[in-house]
Nanobody, 115 residues
Framework: QVRLVESGGGLVQAGGSLRLSCVAS????????MYWYRQATGKQRELVAQ??????YYADSVKGRFTISRDNAKNTVYLQMYSLKPEDKAVYSC??????????WGQGTQVTVSS
């Protein structure tokens, strides 16, 4: 069992930056795929970024502004967010998926961007 805990959210002005962290209580492996999703009020959950090994993917809406990274020694995945926009406001959650099918979610962290 792995428990994921996100942190780093908060209120920031448009154009500002935040770094989200997702810490796993158990071991995460480089082959595990880690995702960052977000869900804005009244909208569907959206995949923001993912990392598997050294391969990354970004949604077009965040490409060039967000960077996903991982520190396996710290069992932590990060989402560095630059040039934040009001439309980035959402609850951001991390998700772990293993090849075995094991899947777990964190509780989420709120990001609010003021214009």
């Amino acid at each position: 069992q792995v428990r994921l805990v996100e942190s780093g959210g908060g209120l920031v002005q448009a154009g500002g930056s935040l770094r989200l962290s997702c810490v796993a209580s158990g071991t995460i492996f480089s082959i595990d795929t880690m995702y960052w999703y977000r869900q804005a009020t009244g909208k569907q959950r959206e995949l923001v970024a993912q990392i598997s090994g050294t391969s990354t993917y970004y949604a077009d809406s965040v490409k060039g502004r967000f960077t996903i990274s991982r520190d396996n020694a710290k069992n932590t995945v990060y989402l560095q967010m630059y040039s934040l926009k009001p439309e980035d406001k959402a609850v951001y959650s991390c998700n772990l998926v293993r090849a075995s099918g094991y899947n777990c979610w964190g509780q989420g962290t709120q990001v609010t961007v003021s214009s």
